[in-house]
């Protein structure tokens, strides 16, 4: 049975940093592009970062260009989410999801699984 867990959210001040990381469980995703959502309150799930199964091509939101950087590590089967200079509108909840498709996905459609999220909630 495939599962994604996430850890390292949490509350933090807003110029902070957090660590989201993603464990794959089950199968071995290393052919698999993987990805971070989010989904603020009251709003709907959005994208954040992707990157593809080689781990050399990125693809971020607007939002987060030059403050997130996505990454993985085939070995442990794990994917990354480094958050810097964080403010107040990035509070959400985060999901990482894994797509059957080996390049950048940013479309929901397009990811087979998905963890249960994790909490970033950031203060001013």
């Known amino acids: 049975q495939v599962q994604l867990v996430e850890s390292g959210g949490g509350l933090v001040q807003a110029g902070g940093s957090l660590r989201l990381s993603c464990a794959a469980s089950?199968?071995?995703?290393?052919?698999?592009?993987m990805g971070w959502f989010r989904q603020p309150p009251g709003q709907e799930r959005e994208f954040v970062a992707a990157?593809?199964?080689?781990?050399?091509?990125?693809r971020y939101t607007d939002a987060v260009k030059g403050r997130f950087t996505i990454s993985r590590d085939n070995a442990k089967n794990t994917e990354y989410l480094q958050m810097n200079s964080l403010k107040p509108e990035d509070t959400a909840v985060y999901y990482c999801?894994?797509?059957?498709?080996?390049?950048?996905?940013?479309?929901?459609?397009?990811?087979?699984?998905w963890g249960q999220g994790t909490q970033v909630t950031v203060s001013s």
């Open positions: 999801a894994v797509s059957r498709f080996g390049q950048v996905q940013h479309d929901t459609r397009r990811y087979d699984y």
């Open positions: 990157i593809d199964w080689t781990g050399s091509s990125t």
């Open positions: 089950g199968r071995t995703f290393s052919s698999y592009s």
